[in-house]
């Protein structure tokens, strides 16, 4: 693990101005003061946990806007942790940690809820700018469009985050709404799962583009179901959004 921190960063904030509020868990004292070091240095506010219950109770108290999260905890997995926090807190984004390396562990991760995935060991830079991505894309700290995108009978408002089908609201993860931003922003498009994994998850994700057709399932689940499809697959090329016909 390296201790050299981001060069040049851009100060990120909360909607309100306030700082943005992170959780670190993990069970390595050390591991745990180190990451919140680095995390302090963007200008955040950081809490630390070293067990499943103590996250859980912080992350009541503190409403962090990102948690990054070790998978293998003394008295619960994080999986189990995830779970309890998502009750209160159903938005807030989550990176694991893991010395895990297995793509099963990867996938299950993602598929309990977390929004990324980072395995040890792993160098502060890119702990860091991992966050930034997860707090940029549930909205905290991002710079925010008045613009609101339409496909067919499929509305995205990028200032609110709201997002319709015909009338009907449609209740979106972070990540599952900047993948359907990417795809509403270019309609009737062909795109990649190597462009899709560099704008949704802004660094190369170790080749495992599975996590797209992951998160593309996701999407069909809550935008097609019952509904005309709109999201479609081209085989061997990629995917694209268009109105339902």
């Excluded at 809820?113 to 160098?123: A, I, L």
């Excluded at 931003?181 to 583009?209: C, E, H, T």
């Amino acid at each position: 693990m390296t201790t050299t921190l981001p060069q040049g960063r851009t100060e990120m904030c909360r909607p309100d101005g306030t700082a943005v509020r992170v959780l670190v868990v993990d069970d390595e004292a050390s591991l745990a003061e180190l990451l919140s070091m680095a995390l302090r240095y963007e200008g955040w506010q950081v809490r630390s946990a070293g067990d499943g219950a103590g996250a859980v109770r912080t992350a009541r108290e503190f409403r962090p806007d990102a948690v990054v999260l070790d998978v293998m905890l003394p008295d619960m997995d994080g999986i189990a942790v995830l779970g309890r926090m998502r009750r209160e807190l159903p938005d807030v984004p989550v990176l694991f940690l893991t010395a895990k390396d297995a793509v099963a562990d990867r996938i299950a991760g993602l598929t309990a809820g977390g929004d990324d995935y980072v395995t040890k060991p792993f160098s502060l830079e890119e702990v860091v700018a991992r966050l930034r991505g997860l707090i940029r894309r549930s909205g905290t700290g991002a710079q925010r469009s008045e613009s609101v995108l339409a496909v067919g009978d499929l509305t995205l408002d990028e200032d609110s985050h709201d997002v319709t089908r015909g009338g009907t609201n449609i209740h979106l993860t972070a990540t599952e709404f900047e993948l359907l931003r990417f795809l509403m922003r270019n309609p009737r498009r062909v795109l990649s799962k190597a462009q899709i994994l560099d704008r949704v998850w802004s660094y190369d994700f170790g080749g495992q583009a599975n996590v797209v057709e992951l998160y593309i399932s996701y999407l069909r689940r809550k935008i097609d179901a019952g509904r005309t499809p709109m999201i479609h697959t081209r085989r061997g090329a990629g995917y694209l959004i268009k109105p339902g016909e």
